[in-house]
């Protein structure tokens, strides 16, 4: 006789989830990598670039919006990791870390598109404009999405239950993280490169 | 086809070809370049290789659902159809298919390509360079003029209207003003896009002289029915005539005040 | 892996819960199939309305042209006529097709044919449909906007997709509603193929799912992988069109920049060639699983047709270069893509040689499902053949744009697709609704069908080798194309008849679902698979108990059967 589990039990949830959630970052990544093809293309076939004479962006903000995505994809695992151990008291601080981390990111995104509007690089102004202001548009739409994404974190921390939230809280970080790397290759590639 | 004649004459259409055959109404336009009978021939050859594998299909599909209806045959045989025969037999068809028919038509297709269509005239060869301009809705020609040289004001430049010599290669560099256009010309089986910001080329050798159609194949907006330009052909010596006339036109009329007249490029090879 | 059993869901009691926001699989299957007929309906008019323009031009169109074009006495103008076929591609491939195959049948049958009591994750799943539906609000308000829907085509190509070739808000509408019904998709997608891994009933193995379920599964792939891709792309249109970014922009008509508008067509044929095989994909295996249904024998060669569709899936990703041949490519892609092309046509043929050799020796009874399939096999024999001279460079540079193109793509995406879907709907019928439909008037149906496509079809593909391009208004203000007045006249007639014939699938359809009083029995065609061991139609639970499967499904006439049955049910120890 086959071993059968109940879909709606805490193993069941957990597989059908992971597997779900796999495919759709499969989905995600493939409109990011869409999207840094399309970057790669413009860049390559350009005769010099950025074009026209405009300047390239200075690393200092997205460095150090990096830096702080990578904090808060580290609180959420901390916040994850208590949440696997049971250990429910210890879960204030990491979720609030994440919170502010990534609302420090968006600020810093923020921060960012106006100083590359204070260096002249306007959205309608060619594409290497375009490509800036849109990729990290799309990007930092996620990343807002992400934050409220985060809310649901919430009712895991205040009912301690660990069979009913354990799905919403590897998934949410799952995504959390994706996203963190989906910005790490969007800095080395934008920014670095 | 009489059977529709009543509505036809309702249409607002010219219909004076009414004594054709079918066959005469669906052959394409009169092939007037050296090498479209290639691309012709490659379409032969693949409608008779085509109609071969059709037609075992279709013997299977009704020669199968004649022979094996439940009437004539209650009870089916039980296999899965994975016998070692059965499954070299599939193979077999797959690959019959690949090599017969894929592999001959990829092979000769990419002969024509390579040795004829993307083979473009060399300078020696002295083609006869024309720059066209798309925009919507009409294409803009452009000719060297006097000096051999683009985008100056003894150009030679047309709307609409294309002139070319038989018997010599004609090589076109294609731009697009505004939207993605497609020179089409039917009767040298031939097609480029005109793209914006982006050379494309096209060359052909008329082998006679008439008049024919230019066509936009390519959705470039409402009036895109409407972009239509008039090719003709001319024989050498009544091609030399009509440039020089026209170059000597160009040399007048051109006002090189004007901007417009300048929406050429440098020649590059 | 153990096997995962679902609670069984009490049946919902309000109206709301039970038709409108529905969990259950078969009622969104159902949601999708109304969603598909009407768009197959307004998308069909459409047709008729092209098809009317082209073959009597200046006639005012019937019965509602003077309605619909007051200021030309009923005479579609230009202007109009770009937006008709515009919407006509965009209605026909992602409101009607990709609904009814994918939509409809992918929710109905993966849990019934896999033994689950549902999807996966039913919500999602209901969510899917309703951001069909705002997506379907967004298409059609763009035909309510001042300048009208959008009109640059269903590849919308830039540049003439942005604001220099069409400036109104029904192109931006557009772009959106692509998006949304993107999001849609994706979620349906995700769905099915977890579902399919999860859900499939102890015993089952990838093997023993029915082909058809193969066939949506390959197709959920394709979807969650690839409409990011054209998500991508339409979301920098929509920059480019709202916030005044210049990816597409390029040429002297752009103020600035040089954008690439080339870079559209690449992202969208990365996705648009998959897009084809997403839409044919689940009809091949509707049709593969019916002719050995009705052929009374087991699939022939079932393992090699599922490989075979798997490998095309992933040959179709890399071959999307042959629509872009007259771009002028560098001509080492163009060769390789050429060739690359070239290889789908062995797993193509294997199965073709598979169908066939189902039929082959089987005991084939002629019921309207039946007809369908092998319709089906008829005009993708001739849809995939004619792909041949598109996919060969120097014929595509005559062809490209003409209407040999779209005769072949009708014949492969809508002639097969529509046959496959009308074999499904027939097929399963009685357990998506309870009843039959009448048998009569289903193979009058299908005659008058198959007639009628290969009329309007073949018939676009002579006009096309003759040279006749595309989307033209009148095409008759070229002199060369004067001669082909009256074979467009004979299509046009062939797609009135066509068009016409759907009428009687309608009435038969809207009789046995709501009319009917006679009931049709749990397993009237007399087959296997899964779904036939339960009551027609299907309770809200599928199951009351879990099937275990025992033997594959196409299990017909196996010489150790007793008894006066010639099939076995999956749930069978096969003898």
Known sequence: MVART?????????????????????????LFATLL?????????ADEWPPMGMQRVPLFLPTVSTFIIALSSLALWKFEEFFEQKKYENLLLPFI????????????????WSSMKDMGIFVEGGVFPSLMYSLTWIHAAH??????????????????????????????????????????????????? | MSFFMPLLSAAAVDTATKSMSLWERMTPPEDISVHGHLIDWLFAYTTYLNIFFFALVCAGLFGFSFFYSAKRHPKAHYTYGNKKIHVIVATIIGLSVFIGIDMNITRMSNNDYIGVFANWPKEDENPLKVEVLAQQWAWNFRYAGKDGVFNTEDD???????????????????????????????????????????????????TKAGDWDIACAEMCGTYHYRMKAHLTTYSEEDFKRWMDEAEEKALSVNDPENPELFWGWRWDW | M???????????????????????????????????????????????????????PGVAFPLIGKLMFPETGGVVPPDTYAMLFTMHGTIMIFYAITPILIGAFGNFLIPLMIGARDMVFPLLNMLSFWIAFVSAILLLAGLFTPLGAAAGGWTSYPTLSTLIGSPGVGQTLWAMAIFVLGVSSTMGAINYITTIIVLRAPGMGYFDMPLSVWGLGLTAILNAIFLPVLGAGVLLLIFDRVFGTTFFLAGAAATSGTGDPILFQHVFWIFGHPEVYILILPAWGIVSDLL??????????????ALSMTSITILSTIVYGHHMFTTQMSPLLTQSFMTLTMTISIPSAIFFANWLGTIWKGSIRFHSPMLFSLGVVFVFGLGGLTGLYLGTVTTDLYLHDTYFVVGHFHYTMAASVLLGGFAACYFWMPKMFGTMMNEFWAKVHFWITMLGLNGIFMGMMIVGYAGMHRRLYNPFVYDFMQKM?????????????????QIIFVINFVHAVFFKKEKASDNPWEVGTLEWTIPSPAPNYNFKEIPVVKCGPHEFGNPNLTGSRDFQYQTEELA
């Open chain 1, 6 to 30: 109940e879909i709606a039990s805490v193993e069941g949830r957990k597989i059908t989830s992971s597997i779900g959630m796999i495919f759709l970052l499969v989905s995600f990544s493939m």
């Open chain 1, 37 to 45: 093809l399309g970057y790669a293309i413009y860049r390559v076939t």
């Open chain 1, 97 to 112: 870390g994440t919170v502010v981390l990534g609302c420090a990111f968006m600020g810093v995104q923020f921060r960012l």
């Open chain 1, 143 to 193: 990343i807002v999405a992400g934050l409220i994404s985060l809310l649901f974190l919430i009712p895991a921390m205040v009912s301690k239950n660990y069979d009913k939230y354990i799905t919403t809280v590897s998934n949410v970080s799952k995504f959390w993280h994706f996203l963190g790397i989906v910005w790490l290759l969007m800095y080395v590639v934008m920014f670095v490169l």
């Open chain 2, 156 to 206: 030679v430049v047309y709307l609409n209207d294309l002139r070319l010599p038989v018997g010599r290669k004609v090589l076109f560099q294609i731009l697009s003003k505004d939207v993605i256009h497609s020179l089409y010309f039917p009767n040298a089986r031939r097609k480029v896009d005109a793209i914006p910001g982006r050379l494309t080329r096209l060359w052909f050798q008329p």
């Open chain 3, 2 to 56: 153990a096997f995962f059993e679902q609670h069984i869901h009490e049946a919902p009691k309000t109206f709301l819960s039970k038709y409108i926001f529905s969990f259950d699989h078969k009622v969104i299957g159902k949601q999708f199939l109304w969603y598909g007929i009407f768009f197959l309906g307004v998308g069909g008019i459409m047709a008729l309305m092209i098809r009317w323009t082209l073959a009597f």
């Open chain 3, 292 to 305: 050995s249904f009705f052929a009374r024998k087991p699939a022939f060669g079932a393992k090699a047709t």
């Open chain 3, 485 to 501: 007045i009256p074979i467009n006249t004979f299509i046009t007639w062939s797609a009135i008849v066509m068009g016409l014939s």
